[in-house]
């Protein structure tokens, strides 16, 4: 009887001492540090026991898993719903907006019927004055009539004019450009090939002083497509007719120093033809003003011959006394220009690295 002394509870205060028993058991409970032990049942007032989740934490989701997957499928197919909308929206918009218009669509292009038309396109200043060098180009390129019925005299008019064109009235960039354009043309090609070497011959013989140089330089250099940039006379004419008439100005003096100065282990050469001091220093003013007007396009675009012009130069200055001071002076500054055409101006970073084999022991 005494073991139970304690624990018998009486009808009338067993909802007085139930509290008084549960605050112990928390008491306990606190000292063991169960606390919040989930594993044992707990008990509310009603004495009713409820299970709890395992694990630690509070349960985040509570539901299956098929619910929860199903949930985020929803979300995806809304996002990509919206993302599909936004997008057709910006193509709507995109295809609503004005495109912008050529110069083919604002500016119609003029038929020329008539050589005397095309001519007066290409020296007539009044004209030009009122049409910009591509609608020219453009009004040139579309009489495919007239150029297909055009004759070799018709084509030496053209070509007379475009040359006059440039060396009076300084277009030779705009008269470059139009070479390229007219270029697919065998008869003009051929043509404008013998009226370049006509106009270099007289540049040297006759001493006419026209800006011969600083024409073949913007020939040189011009917009030329890749498969015609070659100076081949089977694929283009022009080009090839103007590095041969440079590589005759470098000949020129090249003879004429060899003359006087030879390599280490070369014998002096006498050329078999030889020519007059002036002549020798208007081949070299020549090459001066061609580098002077190219600047580095030439060694960018023609390196080899950029590499001739330079041998030439070197050895005429010191060993050559058929040019004048004046003519050695403008080769001098030719000299140094090209040295600066191979540096690079901006800014460079070399990195070097060293790698080490290490022997097995």
Same mark, same amino acid.
């Given at each position: ?7 018998? @509870? ?32 707990? *008990? ?9 989740? *395992? ?32 997008? =057709? ?15 083919? /669509? ?22 030009? @004055?009122?049409? =910009? ?14 150029? /297909? ?17 440039a060396l009076n009235k300084g277009e030779t960039e705009f008269i470059a450009d139009l070479m390229v354009a007219l270029l697919k043309n065998p008869i003009f090609a051929a043509v404008m090939s013998d009226e370049l070497m006509d106009a270099s011959s007289k540049y040297i013989m006759e001493k006419d002083g026209k800006p011969i140089p600083l024409f073949l330089s913007s020939i040189l250099c011009a917009h030329w497509p ?10 283009? %004419? ?25 390599? %280490? ?11 007059? %001091?002036?002549?020798?220093?208007? #081949?070299?003013?020549?090459? =001066? /003003?061609?580098?002077? @007007? ?17 041998? #030439?130069?070197? %050895? ?35 990195? @070097? ?9």
């Amino acid at each position: 009887m005494s073991r139970l002394t304690g624990r018998v @509870s009486f009808r009338g205060e067993e909802n007085c001492n139930s509290t008084s028993n549960y605050r112990r058991m928390d008491h306990q409970d606190a000292r063991r540090g169960n606390g919040n032990n989930y594993r044992q049942p707990f *008990r509310s007032q009603n004495n009713e026991e409820r299970s709890k989740p *395992r694990g630690k934490g509070a349960v985040r989701y509570q539901g299956t898993y098929s619910d929860r997957f199903h949930h985020q499928d929803q979300q995806k197919d809304c996002c990509s719903s919206d993302r599909f909308v936004e997008s =057709s929206q910006s193509q709507e918009k995109s295809i609503t907006r004005k495109p912008t218009q050529r110069i083919e /669509d604002v500016i119609p292009t003029e038929e020329l019927l008539e050589v005397e038309d095309l001519i007066e396109q290409i020296s007539d200043l009044s004209i030009r @004055s009122d049409r =910009s060098a591509s609608q020219i180009k453009r009004n040139i390129l579309a009489s495919d009539l007239l150029l /297909d019925t055009m004759d070799i005299d018709d084509w030496e008019k053209v070509c007379k004019s475009m040359i006059e064109t440039a060396l009076n009235k300084g277009e030779t960039e705009f008269i470059a450009d139009l070479m390229v354009a007219l270029l697919k043309n065998p008869i003009f090609a051929a043509v404008m090939s013998d009226e370049l070497m006509d106009a270099s011959s007289k540049y040297i013989m006759e001493k006419d002083g026209k800006p011969i140089p600083l024409f073949l330089s913007s020939i040189l250099c011009a917009h030329w497509p890749r498969q015609y940039f070659k100076a081949f006379d089977n694929v283009n %004419p022009i080009l090839y007719t103007v590095v041969c008439i440079i590589k005759g100005w470098i000949l020129v003096v090249q003879e004429d120093t060899q003359r006087y100065y030879s390599k %280490p282990g070369e014998s002096k050469n006498t050329p078999e033809i030889i020519e007059t %001091p002036e002549m020798v220093n208007l #081949c070299a003013v020549a090459l =001066s /003003d061609l580098c002077e @007007s190219a600047q580095r396009q030439l060694w960018i675009n023609w390196a080899s011959l950029t590499d001739e012009i330079y041998e #030439c130069i070197k %050895p005429s200055i010191t060993h050559n006394p058929n040019l004048t001071g004046e003519s050695k002076e403008r080769l001098l500054d030719t000299l140094l220009q090209m040295t600066q055409w191979t540096k690079n101006q901006n800014a460079s970073m070399k990195c @070097s690295g060293v790698q080490t084999v290490s022997s097995g022991c």
